[in-house]
């Protein structure tokens, strides 16, 4: 069986250390600015979220609370809000890139998986076969990575040969 490779990569030590640094930097500008929520917050939190669909609707809001200040309820700080809006407005792009990064390097690390696991299953296949036809040294090697497949039939595992 001919094996496809899916993606054919490779990163210097150079590429990996400007990489390293650049993540570095961005951390280093958003650690004091991001939240980690909990996953029950997140639950919560993402119901009531304001998506990029809903933007015109705050705009409304915001325009209407300019229009008629006598409506706003004193409880609301408006230049705190007005910062939210231009946090958020900031944040979106930055955000969309980084998923689009992320989901670069996601798909990239998939088809790089698929090729490891489909050379690895394949060396599996031969030592398996090799170790049916009792060829020295293979059955230690095949029950070793048969433990990846617990649920296989053990009848079809060869015995040990004594020349092993």
């Given at each position: 069986?001919?094996?496809?490779?899916?993606?054919?990569?490779s990163?210097?030590?150079?590429?990996?250390?400007?990489?390293?640094?650049?993540?570095?930097?961005?951390?280093?500008?958003?650690?004091?600015?991001?939240?980690?929520?909990?996953?029950?917050?997140?639950?919560?939190?993402?119901?009531?979220?304001?998506?990029?669909?809903?933007?015109?609707?705050?705009?409304k809001?915001?325009?209407?609370?300019?229009?008629?200040?006598?409506?706003?309820?004193?409880?609301?700080?408006?230049?705190?809000?007005?910062?939210?809006?231009?946090?958020?407005?900031?944040?979106?792009?930055?955000?969309?890139?980084?998923?689009?990064?992320?989901?670069?390097?996601?798909?990239?690390?998939?088809?790089?998986?698929?090729?490891?696991?489909?050379?690895?299953?394949?060396?599996?296949?031969?030592?398996?076969?090799?170790?049916?036809?009792?060829?020295?040294?293979?059955?230690?090697?095949?029950?070793?990575?048969?433990?990846?497949?617990?649920?296989?039939?053990?009848?079809?595992?060869?015995?040990?040969?004594?020349?092993?």
């Amino acid at each position: 069986m001919p094996l496809d490779n899916m993606v054919a990569i490779s990163f210097t030590p150079q590429e990996l250390a400007d990489l390293n640094n650049a993540l570095t930097s961005i951390e280093a500008t958003l650690k004091a600015k991001m939240v980690n929520l909990t996953p029950e917050e997140r639950n919560r939190y993402a119901a009531v979220s304001v998506s990029t669909e809903r933007a015109p609707w705050i705009e409304k809001c915001r325009s209407y609370m300019n229009q008629t200040p006598n409506l706003v309820p004193g409880y609301i700080n408006l230049p705190r809000l007005d910062a939210d809006i231009r946090a958020r407005n900031d944040i979106i792009p930055v955000l969309n890139r980084v998923k689009s990064i992320w989901e670069g390097l996601d798909d990239t690390n998939v088809l790089i998986g698929v090729d490891v696991y489909t050379n690895c299953l394949s060396f599996y296949r031969s030592v398996k076969a090799a170790a049916q036809a009792n060829v020295p040294g293979s059955t230690t090697i095949y029950e070793d990575l048969a433990r990846q497949f617990p649920g296989k039939n053990t009848a079809e595992r060869p015995e040990p040969s004594s020349t092993e």
